[in-house]
């Protein structure tokens, strides 16, 4: 049986002193039966390996470089990371993708190099608002999962998370059914069963998009969906506990 995540997408968000008082209440988490990882930004990854030292709460990074090193001011590699002391990194999240302009192909070769410096990439898909109401849902999540695979191979998924994340959900309020959302998460398992059956089936695909303390037990019950990837929730200690308790329930 798959194990259980959630996952915390701090955004920009955070301070030396909030962050302490978070990770406080994170560390002492119980992850025999559900993962935690919280991925908080750049300038709080050391701060937020030292307090999670010992204890299960992993840590990831935001984004990463889809090069090594060189001449690209303001990036951030994967070997960096690693050496910091993460084990995760989110790639291709919706922000990213609009706010930045990164293509299928980008995320691709992203994760690529997640893989290649030994983390955990947490590639994100989903559809915006316009595309689920024109029906093209399942034609752009293939297109997202075509390129992931064509680029990066099922090799990269050995060491991946896929989280599933509708646009229209993130930030919004509004959260997929349960039943919106086991139906992508199938289609999702599916697709990369056609190219490594043994590999989909041990696939953790998260859910994200306005998951809260609320509403993540009837989420995590569908059989296909593997846990949470959390924004605004996973800022208040409470909440994303009780979002974890939801998932180690659920396992
Ligand atoms: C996210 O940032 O990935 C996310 C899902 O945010 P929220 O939970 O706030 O919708």
Redesign the pocket.
Known sequence: MRKKMVAG?W?MNGGLASNESLLQQLRSVDVSRAGMVVFPPFPYLQQCVDHAAGSGLEIGAQDLSEFENGAYTGEVSGGMLAELGCRYV?VG???RRTLHGETNEQVARKAVAAHRAGLVPVV?VGETRAERESERTEAVIGSQLAALLGVAGSDVLASAVL?Y?PVW?????L?ASPEQAQEVHAFIRTRVAAVDASRASTLQILY?????GANAATLFAMPDVDG???????LVATEFLEIHRAAAFAA
Do not use: D, F
């Open positions: 997408n955004k989110l999240h919706s922000e994100c989280a994340e959900a993130i930030g919004t309020g959260t994200g998009g306005s998951v809260k949470g990837l959390v924004g605004g929730a996973s």
